[in-house]
């Protein structure tokens, strides 16, 4: 059994360009980019003044900047974490503070947040301020201990604040109360490059630089920031869009960081071709990959390091573990499948409103990517939970659009006191934590409280497309143009094109994958592939309705069109609306 899938085609008016000039133009009107918009230009970015609590935190940080204070930096263990971190200590080593490190918290043996064992462990530094990155706004208690060792705290953070904001000395957060910033979708470390400019700012007008200390130029680390804000999927609203693609050329001209260089490299990716696509599927996982199976402190190492070679190795690394992580993914996947294949073929009539599954041996590292490929394929809300000890379980949570999972299990935790020991996140990802002996309670609860919010609303997963693209611009040209002309991302989603297409042949690759030879309308003769969509052979006729990206195959040096195939219908039964 399977979600029912249907092309989309959200827009009435029909894709008419005959250029790709003109193609661009309708395809960024109708994601909104109208004017400036369309320009992803630094002097287009937003100003900070709005930032609340930033010109308080920018004069707190030049104070130890000037007096050459130990500072230490607290980070997540998500590439947003990592890339934040790194931008933290390479953008205050440029600012003249020389005594800069950073503490990455263990996923295992931390968890998520500035806690006061975080505390303990970085107060063996003796700094003069602590600053955390994508992290802290619910570190309540963490904050509190440091105040009572002395030392002030420093937020920055993007998540979604509490009923109670930490005592820190000084909080930047976008979404915490009262900000009037524009932009809500600021990842970490774009957070962090707001404090960099504007702490820069602070120095500026107090004098700091001159001859012997010249003023650095920020947007040196834009790469950085390109990176942990496309991985981080937050949305790609005017001004992240921004952020990423003015990182992005700098990643193509070659004028990025050694680490950001070798990560794309191992992935098989070519600098000069580096879209945020790259960003997010080949570079991010693998720096992910220290924080789910390992430390993130290698992940910070390798963006850090200004050494070539020292870079490479650490990027060899992260790709051992990524290929490590993937094969833990996938026994996980299968099993979470079997559980939710299971319980959908005993109610194939009343499916759930969510699914909560868990292993007594899954990886807690790696439960995130499986709650994302279970949403995938049911379209529902789905968190995994892993073993955290003996007497509890951690969970990762993934929504879709339209259901606020944060939200949600804060819903649980009023209506059920005690299911949830502790929880954060956003909209469409939360972590959380569970005793073990409320698993159960807690997962009926959460998917009540999903279903409440669901109401009678049939569960379907539609695939938006942008309509037919016109036969003279099915070309390489097109693939290529469309490709760099993001950056593509959440909230402005790359192109999706649909029409009908005779089957030429098809046969099965890689066990899962279907690859295809297909005339378009038009004639012209390309190459398809269907990434693990191999079930679909079953219903395959002589035509099929295909919803496809335009791609740039590169093959022994030679580049070619071909259709990255999102669904496969069958051409009579599935007619866009």
């Avoid at 976008?174 to 404090?195: D, R």
């Avoid at 299968?334 to 005993?346: C, G, H, W």
């Avoid at 909230?491 to 099965?508: M, N, Q, S, Y």
């Avoid at 295809?516 to 012209?524: K, M």
Wanted: some cysteine.
């Amino acid at each position: 059994m399977a979600i029912p899938v249907r092309i989309r085609r959200p827009h009435a008016d029909p894709l008419t360009g005959a250029t790709l000039p003109a193609l661009l133009a309708q395809l960024y009107a109708r994601r909104g980019a109208t004017g400036h918009a369309t320009e992803p230009t630094l002097a287009h970015l937003l100003p900070g003044d709005t930032l609340h609590g930033l010109a308080a935190a920018a004069a707190l940080l030049a104070d130890q900047v000037q007096r050459d204070r130990p500072l230490v930096v607290v980070g997540d263990f998500d590439a947003d974490g990592a890339t934040g971190s790194a931008l933290a200590l390479l953008g205050l080593r440029a600012l003249g503070a020389t005594q800069v490190s950073h503490f990455t918290p263990s996923r295992f043996a931390h968890g998520y947040g500035l806690s006061p064992a975080i505390v303990e462990a970085a107060a063996a530094r003796d700094p003069a301020l602590l600053i955390t990155v994508d992290n802290g706004i619910a570190s309540l208690e963490g904050v509190a201990r440091a105040r009572e060792r002395g030392i002030p705290v420093l937020v920055t953070d993007h998540h979604l604040a509490g009923a109670e904001l930490p005592a820190a000395a000084a909080i930047v957060n976008p979404n915490q109360p009262g900000c009037a910033f524009p932009s809500k979708h600021l990842a970490g470390v774009g957070v962090m490059f707001y404090l960099l400019v504007a702490t820069r700012g602070e120095l500026r007008r107090r004098g700091h630089f001159g001859p012997t200390r010249p003023e650095p130029n920020l947007a040196h680390y834009l790469d950085l920031v390109a990176l942990g804000t496309v991985a981080d999927v937050v949305t790609l609203d005017h001004n992240n869009r921004i952020l990423v693609e003015q990182g992005l050329r700098r990643i193509r001209a070659g004028h990025c960081r050694p680490g950001v260089r070798a990560l794309l490299e191992v992935a098989g990716r070519t600098l000069a071709d580096t879209t945020a696509r790259d960003l997010g599927f080949a570079a991010g996982p693998r720096l992910n990959a220290a924080g789910r199976l390992q430390d993130m402190g290698l992940g910070v190492e390798c963006l850090v390091t200004a050494e070539g070679g020292r870079a490479m190795a650490l990027a060899q690394q992260l790709h051992a573990l990524n290929a490590e992580r993937r094969e833990i993914e996938d026994g996980m996947r299968a099993q979470a499948e079997a559980i939710v294949a299971d319980l959908a073929q005993r109610q194939p009539d009343h499916l759930p409103a969510a699914w909560c599954v868990s292993g007594a041996d899954w990886h807690q590292g790696v439960s995130g990517i499986v709650a994302a490929r279970v949403r995938e394929r049911w379209h529902c809300p789905v968190i995994a939970f892993a073993p955290a000890g003996a007497d509890r379980w951690r969970g990762s949570a993934r929504s879709i659009e339209g259901l606020h999972v944060r939200d949600l299990i804060d819903t649980v935790t009023k209506r059920h006191p005690g299911l949830v020991t502790r929880f954060g996140g956003h909209a469409m990802a939360a972590g959380l934590e569970v005793p073990a002996a409320a698993l159960d309670a807690f997962s009926a609860a959460f998917t009540a409280a999903v279903a409440a919010a669901v109401g009678d609303q049939a569960r379907e997963r539609a695939i938006c497309s942008d309509g037919a693209l016109p036969p003279a611009l099915l070309t390489l040209d097109t693939a290529a143009g469309v490709r760099r002309a993001g950056p593509w991302g959440k909230g402005f989603p790359e192109p999706v094109f649909d029409a009908v297409f005779a089957i030429l042949a098809h046969r099965v690759v890689g066990e899962r994958h279907l690859k295809l030879t297909v005339r378009a309308p038009g004639g012209a003769v390309l190459d398809a592939i269907a990434f693990n969509q191999a079930d679909a052979l079953a219903t395959l006729g002589a035509q099929a309705h295909l919803a496809y990206r335009l791609d740039v195959n590169r093959f022994r040096g030679e580049c070619t069109l071909q259709l990255l195939v999102e669904h496969i219908a069958p051409a009579a039964e599935d007619t866009p609306a």
